[in-house]
């Protein structure tokens, strides 16, 4: 059971636009979300999270949505740049005291056309 | 401030071999976590480690096994390798109770 999904593999955009990459949890315990960006050959590198209490967090040109009742979370890149292209994991996290074990995403391969 | 360092970074091992992989996390990190990624499951769980216990387990069979030095590194050691235990293994450290992880380059285990 997929607990959190990102149905689109893949998405291409044109530099200088938004990319908007979407993810669904089904776990109603989620109380923290996180995006990761990683390129071939290295680990996942943190972006940005957003904790339950809120429904947006904003760093630079990265901006993270989440709509509680819809279970899902949204990242905005904008504008998007050529280097943002890399496969981007959605990851989640049940309240559950001390346990912080990340459950992720399939993860969607993101290219920024020049 | 360095980042989380993980040796070997390459692996080759044939079926029935065990391997040892290593995980040196960010200075001041107590917490270390380990993932398993595979092309079709994506970033699955295996262990977090804290304070030398293991303090959560994900569904892997026993031949999955970790632990955690008093000065925080950690390793996890694969027993009677299978072909499906070709993946990378990454390697997160954080702050007790901080839910952002911080990934190492990862092992990448070809199992023959």
């Known amino acids: 059971d997929q607990q959190v999904k990102q149905n689109s593999p893949s998405l291409s955009v044109q530099e200088g636009r938004i990319s908007i990459l979407n993810c669904d949890y089904t776990?109603?315990?989620?109380?923290?979300f996180l995006w990761y960006k990683k390129y071939p050959a290295e680990g996942p590198t943190f972006l940005i999270s957003?904790?339950?209490?809120?429904d947006k967090n904003e760093d630079g040109r990265f901006t993270v949505f989440l709509n509680k009742s819809a279970k899902h979370l949204s990242l905005h890149i904008v504008p998007s740049q050529p280097g943002d292209s890399a496969v981007y994991f959605c990851a989640a996290s049940a309240r559950d005291g001390a346990n912080s074990k990340l459950t992720f995403g399939k993860g969607i391969t993101l290219s920024v056309r020049p | 401030k360095a980042g989380v360092t993980q040796t070997p970074r390459y692996l080759i091992k044939t079926r029935g071999q065990q391997v040892t992989l290593s995980c040196s996390p960010i200075s001041g990190h107590r917490s270390v976590s380990w993932y398993q990624q595979t092309p079709g499951q994506g970033l699955q769980f295996l262990f977090e480690?804290?304070?030398?216990?293991?303090?959560n387990k994900g569904n892997f069979p026993g031949r999955f096994s970790g632990r955690q030095f008093s000065n925080s590194r950690s390793e996890m050691n694969v027993s009677t390798l299978e072909l499906g235990d070709s993946a990378l293994y990454l390697c997160?450290?954080?702050?007790?109770?901080?839910?952002?992880?911080?990934f190492g380059p990862g092992t990448r285990l070809t199992v023959l």
């Open positions: 480690y804290f304070s030398e216990t293991q303090r």
């Open positions: 997160a450290s954080s702050f007790s109770g901080d839910k952002r992880k911080f």
């Open positions: 776990n109603s315990m989620f109380d923290y």
């Open positions: 957003i904790s339950s209490i809120k």
